[in-house]
């Protein structure tokens, strides 16, 4: 299992439930909390593609085993699941956003 200071987000998140930390199940979720961005991507159709794409499969796969029994215990971050099953991934579009200047920029 990856270790929080392995996330990309690690030094910038303020999401107080990270579904790599081992202590996250100690977390309160309030209202005005953020929700991981990597969670909820987590939850997106392709989303498995794409965290191997960005070389994160070992995050997408302890995320994707936590997952369950954070909606169990978080009501909010569950409905945030929802919501986020509902949107584009955020990802997808750096992603291809990222691929098309790479290809401009080596354009002669």
């Not at 215990?73 to 956003?97: P, Y």
Request: hydrophobic share 30%; proline share 7%; with cysteine.
């Amino acid at each position: 299992m990856p270790s929080m200071p392995h996330c990309p987000k690690y030094q910038t998140c303020n999401a107080p439930v990270c579904p790599i930390d081992p202590a996250w199940a100690r977390r309160l979720n309030r209202k005005e909390d953020s929700t991981c961005f990597y969670l909820c991507e987590s939850v997106k159709h392709g989303s498995r593609a794409l965290f191997e794409g960005a070389g994160l499969g070992e995050l997408y796969e302890a995320i994707h085993r936590a997952t369950p029994d954070i909606v169990d215990r978080h009501t909010r971050i569950r409905r945030a699941l929802e919501r986020a099953k509902q949107t584009g991934s955020r990802m997808a579009r750096r992603f291809i956003t990222g691929t098309k200047r790479r290809r401009e920029e080596a354009r002669p």
